[in-house]
């Protein structure tokens, strides 16, 4: 039998050489402690340093966006399927809340939890319909999902106000606006702080970088044993969960809902513009993005007034992020520091030098190789 | 080597079909490939082998017919349990995961689906270094760290070599390893291929390379308008009248 071995492989096909190991990694790891530090004094001293209560609410709904934006990404960023229509699930909060207190007099911290596990479980259903189409399909699956929940509350009079809207009971009826801001923001930060958590912990997992490979490849994802159905399913829970949490804390902080608002495809929007400007793989991404959109937001407002010019200068920031950062913020500007560094991601080898690392490889890889070789020479025999 | 002292048997389908519309791809197809061979499947383009290959990790359901493995049946099995049973399949066209490093690309491989082992950190040292293992094996563990879009594509084919194998599947199913690589590599990969089957697993490559396929294969299966029309050692099946017929159409 002619033997395929006897053509040895040479060893000349080696293009791409990378470093053996990212040098500046400790370094990179300070800057980044230095910058959380920094971005959570930030955040945390805001309500004392905010001139007025008008800054501060627009702080809390900020930190609001911020919130949903992060849990959009648990879906968005991990397994890379785009709802445009997760405002459903912010409604759904906010409503479950402020129905959960008016007809069954729970207190308003219970309500809310509550009602977010109740969105959560509605949701299981709903991701394992929505979940059967990819791509195109899986946007329009989520939109339509939004409008029919928008038609549902509007129509549905005796039970949700309809267009008159909802009110939802204070829970601290006593305070007073500025503290009453103080505190629903902190209250935000801790539910950031939960959903930051959590999409860290799973970034780092297992599960993380099997959600990750579903986004690169599903289909080769699957090949390689990934259960990407039931995958796919817990990452949409938990987004429909956070995004839900986010929604009922609006709810108690605002006490006024209308479903024209609540389930807006353009609150939708915000959560997919946010995350895609700060950079959906990173775990800040949507809440850098949540902060820049945020305050362009209020601005434009206040520039332009009631019309609806902020809602073109919001898509051309969002034409803007997609031409010249199509990954968000954040890897756009530490791709910038990299190229000040002298050190390139990959860098390009001579021909001298390509053939001392082979000369090496060789002469460290015949070594295991003969020894391999003498294992299975003793099992055969 | 004599193909009558048929071992184990490994893999093996009963009449199964799939049609696309009208086109019958796989068309009542029973065949059986045998536990710790390296089986080789060929046959004309269009013959049904990618789809007989699809059909048979879950990819696509077979309109009907049965899937056996090892004895079990995995008709209609979703293709992650298909994998999670212990066969390992490549594609026709290389897919590796573009965007993640090469390392990452081991990493995605689950056998254990337990939540505890789910949520531990994917760089888990003895996963780690199991991945080296692999990567040195195939000869890019130099590469650790690039994205996997920046390789060639000859180490992306080595790549997802090492990623199928990272799952430790007992049974591996290569489409085409020698599409589109240089003869240097194909060497690299027929000697990889030896090497693993004697380390007990089993092979089932489908190939158009007749020089890879006679002086690789124990076992070879001839597909012909999606089904079997010839099986038997390489030197046996090279002079089959139906063979030479459905391959220079004489």
Redesign the interface.
């Known amino acids: 039998m002619p033997s395929v071995s006897s053509r040895e492989p040479i060893a000349t096909e080696t293009v791409v050489v990378a470093p053996p190991a990212p040098v500046r990694r400790r370094s990179a790891t300070w800057v980044r402690i230095v910058l959380i530090v920094i971005g959570a004094a930030a955040i945390l001293s805001f309500p004392t340093i905010a001139p007025n209560p008008y800054i501060l609410s627009a702080g809390v709904v900020i930190l609001n966006y911020a919130v949903l934006s992060t849990g959009w990404n648990f879906m968005g960023g991990f397994t890379g399927y785009i709802s445009l229509g997760h405002a459903a699930y912010f409604g759904l909060g906010a409503y479950g809340t402020g129905l959960l207190i008016k007809y069954l007099a729970l207190p308003g911290f219970v309500a809310w939890i509550v009602a977010t596990v109740l969105v959560a479980i509605v949701a299981i259903p709903i991701g394992i319909a929505a979940l059967r189409v990819r791509g195109a399909s899986f946007v329009i699956v989520s939109i339509a999902f939004v409008l029919i929940m928008l038609l549902v509350f509007q129509s549905w009079r005796d039970v949700t106000g309809g267009s008159e809207g909802l009110n939802v009971p204070r829970p601290f009826p006593d305070m007073l606006r500025p503290e009453h801001h103080r505190v629903f923001f902190y209250l935000f930060v801790l539910v950031l702080a939960f959903a930051l958590a959590t999409w860290w912990i799973i970034d780092r997992s297992k599960f993380g970088t099997a959600l990750k490979s579903i986004r690169e490849d599903e289909d080769k994802a699957q090949s390689l044993g990934v259960p990407t159905t039931r995958y796919k399913l817990i990452a949409y829970i938990l987004s429909a969960f956070f995004v839900a949490l986010g929604g009922g804390l609006y709810a108690l902080w605002f006490g006024d809902l209308d479903p024209i608002f609540q389930f807006s495809i353009l609150i939708g929007s915000y959560m997919v513009l946010m995350a895609l400007l700060g950079g959906v793989r990173n775990l800040f991404g949507p809440l850098l993005g949540a902060v820049v959109v945020g305050i362009a937001l209020e601005y434009f407002k206040l520039e332009f007034g009631d019309t609806q010019f902020h809602l073109i200068a919001t898509g051309i920031l969002l034409g803007v992020v997609v031409l010249f950062m199509p990954d968000g913020i954040i890897p756009a500007v530490s791709s910038l520091f990299r190229r000040k560094s002298d050190q390139a991601s990959i860098r390009e080898v001579t021909a001298g030098e390509l053939l001392e690392q082979n000369e090496a490889r060789k002469a460290a890889g015949s070594a295991p190789q003969r020894k391999a070789d003498a294992e299975t020479e003793e099992t055969s025999s | 080597m004599n193909a009558s002292t048929a071992t184990l048997e490994n893999l093996s389908t009963e009449a199964m079909t799939k049609s696309f519309g009208g086109v019958t791809a796989v068309d009542a197809a029973t065949v059986t490939f045998q536990e710790g061979k390296v089986n080789g499947l060929i046959g004309p383009n269009g013959s049904g082998k990618t789809t007989f290959f699809n059909c048979v ?1 879950g ?1 696509i359901r077979p309109d009907s017919g049965e899937v056996r493995y090892r004895g079990q049946s995995i008709t209609r099995k ?4 298909v ?2 049973a212990g066969i ?2 490549s ?1 026709q066209l290389c ?6 490093t ?1 390392m ?1 690309n081991l ?5 254990n ?1 337990s939540i505890r ?8 040292p003895d996963e780690l270094e199991r991945a080296r293992g692999w990567l ?1 094996r195939v ?1 890019i563990d ?5 994205e996997a879009r ?3 594509y ?2 992306q084919k080595l790549l997802e070599l090492a ?2 194998l ?2 430790e599947p007992d049974t591996i199913m290569l489409d085409e390893p020698a599409g589109g690589v ?7 990969i ?2 990889l291929v ?2 693993l089957n ?2 007990g697993k089993t092979f089932i490559i489908v190939e158009h390379n007749m ?2 396929v ?3 294969c124990d076992h070879v299966v001839v597909f012909d308008r999606g089904r079997p029309i010839a099986e038997g050692a390489p030197e046996i099946i090279q002079q089959d009248a139906r063979v030479l017929e459905a391959y220079l159409g004489v």
């Open positions: 990790t990819m979703s293709p992650d349990r994998a999670r390992g399949r594609f897919r590796v995961f573009p965007r993640m090469v990452e990493l995605v491989a689950v056998r689906t082992r789910q949520l531990r950190s994917a760089h888990d040195r000869g130099h590469l650790e760290h690039a920046n390789l060639s000859g180490q990623g199928v990272m799952g240089n003869p240097a590599l194909i060497g690299r027929a000697t030896r090497e004697e380390e020089e890879m006679m002086s690789l």
